[in-house]
């Protein structure tokens, strides 16, 4: 999705953590995460283009371990500058693999904030679990006044 090159969040807010919950945990992307990552979304390319609000056929688009690497520093660097934020869903009982993504972006259009996500093929089933928690999140913990979150 493109993004506005402003930050979408006050300077005085703090940026949460993440989110646990029984299913799933949201941590910030990190480089760290890169081969869980990688392997997580080539994994299960079709079912994430079918994923409500992924927004055309082409993307994942398939890309090299090192050019994943570079996308995750760009994630990290939007998240440092504050214009946008990717957490990465990680399995509860193993929090070094990486089962899906999360993406809080603003909408170069609007004051509207976008979010999509994804989960593996093989995790398909939380699906709407993490769109609820997700949603209800932002809602609670996030100064947004207007989400845009198919699905």
Do not use: K
């Amino acid at each position: 999705m493109p993004q506005p090159r402003h930050p979408i969040v006050p300077d005085d807010f703090v940026v949460p953590d993440g989110l646990d919950t029984e299913h799933f945990v949201l941590r910030p992307l990190r480089p760290e995460h890169n081969e869980s990552d990688h392997a997580a979304w080539t994994s299960s390319i079709d079912h994430i283009r079918a994923t409500p609000g992924v927004p055309d056929g082409n993307w994942p688009s398939p890309m090299s371990l090192e050019d994943n690497l570079a996308d995750l520093e760009r994630h990290t660097r939007d998240y440092h500058e504050r214009i946008g934020f990717t957490y990465t869903v990680l399995d509860p009982a193993d929090q070094d693999r990486v089962i899906g993504c999360v993406y809080i972006y603003g909408r170069p259009d609007s004051g509207d904030v976008e979010v999509q996500s994804w989960v593996t093929q093989a995790h398909a089933d939380l699906d709407p679990a993490l769109r609820r928690a997700t949603r209800e999140w932002l809602d609670a913990d996030w100064p947004f006044d207007s989400i845009v979150y198919e699905g």
